[in-house]
T-cell receptor, first 110, second 111 residues
């Protein structure tokens, strides 16, 4: 079965501190992995995807197939980063169905 | 403008009164999906559709129905709503393997 695990429901860091939001997945093939962000009372927005290997708003995420992880990182957290973050997997062997983790609520303390 | 449109945005109704939440996308996407979002539970998939007339259950389909008669529309139907279906609902669409685009959400309150 394809599943995405985000072990931390809540995460608080101080402004300027590094932040890492954990995501682990289980999938037997080659996954497509994404991070979505949801700011307060807004829709989910794509933050980044692993195949683009880009940095968005200072965030990066590297796919580690050996550890089946796709952790989201930022070296210096900002107050505007406070939001809900979801890790998601698209599974080619089930018609590209999407699987979301349960989300991590990040609070950046001023 | 590429978008996923949900209606209504807010609805308060009573137990047992049938309701439909509409979802429409203008990007010619094949894949559409409904999720509910609840505190502490994150995003859970209700139903999804890979194309016209092709729908399948997600993780929490009980109490919901969907249909996909046209590519652009994917309505969510609650035949007999109950209070435990009070939630924030999101519709999403995508091409295969591509990131999902989400609607603005529909907040349902079932009294």
């Amino acid at each position: 079965a394809q599943r995405v695990t985000q072990p931390e429901k809540l995460l608080s860091v101080f402004k300027g501190a590094p932040v890492e939001l954990k995501c682990n997945y289980s999938y037997s093939g080659s996954p497509e992995l994404f991070w979505y962000v949801q700011y307060s009372r807004q829709r989910l927005q794509l933050l980044l995807r692993h195949i683009s290997r880009e940095s968005i708003k200072g965030f990066t995420a590297d796919l580690n197939k050996g550890e089946t992880s796709f952790h989201l990182k930022k070296p210096f957290a900002q107050e505007e980063d406070s939001a809900m973050y979801y890790c998601a997997l698209s599974a080619a062997n089930t018609g590209n169905q999407f699987y979301f983790g349960t989300g991590t609520s990040l609070t950046v303390i001023p | 403008e590429a978008q996923v449109t949900q209606n209504p945005r807010y609805l308060i109704t009573v137990t047992g009164k049938k309701l439909t939440v509409t979802c429409s996308q203008n990007m010619n996407h094949e894949y559409m999906s409904w999720y509910r979002q609840d505190p502490g539970l994150g995003l859970r998939q209700i139903y999804y559709s890979m194309n016209v007339e092709v729908t399948d259950k997600g993780d929490v389909p009980e109490g919901y129905k969907v249909s996909r008669k046209e590519k652009r529309n994917f309505p969510l139907i609650l035949e007999s709503p109950s209070p435990n279906q009070t939630s924030l609902y999101f519709c999403a669409s995508s091409q295969a393997g591509q990131p999902q685009h989400f609607g603005d959400g529909t907040r349902l309150s079932i009294l």
